[in-house]
């Protein structure tokens, strides 16, 4: 198998002032929070949204392994719709003392480009903001992080900068070239 290299940027923001929010997108875009955990939706999320960037890491995850991480206090999901479709996600995982992940955020190949990637990023880091009002005991929140690679669309960067996020480390690791799974099988080529 051959090898790739591959760039992997950390982001941060540490308050909740450093949010510049995108516009709320034209048409009929509703971001509703997954609250019953369901590894098949989050499997599912994670299968359309990766598929043509190469998400592998969790593919061979069992059902427990999805429904284990689910549960656990402070992990949330939230998911746009368009009209009734799912469209994308974000994921949030409080970790140590007031430091929230966004551990997974994209769209769905077919509804990129059209404006619903910033405001889903800017809901979902407004959220990670406000997670300890969802989670008593929680302590407020710090700070918000994220990492994104150069196997990520080619606009992630740029989003993620432009909703005020400030890149603190860069490392460049060489891994498998995986294929292009897609949300099954074939569905997409490189």
């Known amino acids: 198998m051959t ?88 994921e949030l995982e409080a970790q140590d003392e007031g430091v929230v992940e966004i551990v997974y955020f994209g769209l769905i190949r077919s509804f990129r480009g059209r404006g619903i990637g910033g405001h889903l990023l800017s809901y979902g880091t407004a959220r990670a903001w406000d997670l300890a009002d969802r989670w008593p005991g929680r302590p407020p929140t710090k700070r918000v992080w994220l990492h994104t690679c150069s196997k990520d669309g080619e606009y992630a960067m740029d989003n993620y900068l432009r909703r005020g996020f400030r890149l603190f480390d860069t490392k460049v690791e060489t891994e498998p070239d995986v294929p292009t799974p897609g949300p099954w099988p074939g569905a997409y080529r490189a």
Do not use: C, K, M, N
């Not at 591959?6 to 609250?35: C, F, K, M, N, Y």
């Not at 098949?40 to 598929?51: H, I």
């Open 3 to 90: 090898s790739i290299a591959v760039t992997t940027w950390s982001l941060e923001q540490t308050s909740p002032h450093d949010l510049l929010p995108a516009a709320v997108p034209e048409g009929e875009v509703r971001i509703v929070r997954s609250e019953v955990p369901s590894p098949e939706f989050s499997r599912f999320l994670y299968t359309s949204v990766g598929a043509d960037i190469r998400w592998t890491d969790r593919l061979g995850w069992t059902y427990a392994q999805w429904q284990e991480y689910l549960e656990r206090p402070g992990v949330e999901t939230w998911v746009a719709y368009e009209r009734g479709t799912p469209a994308g996600y974000v």
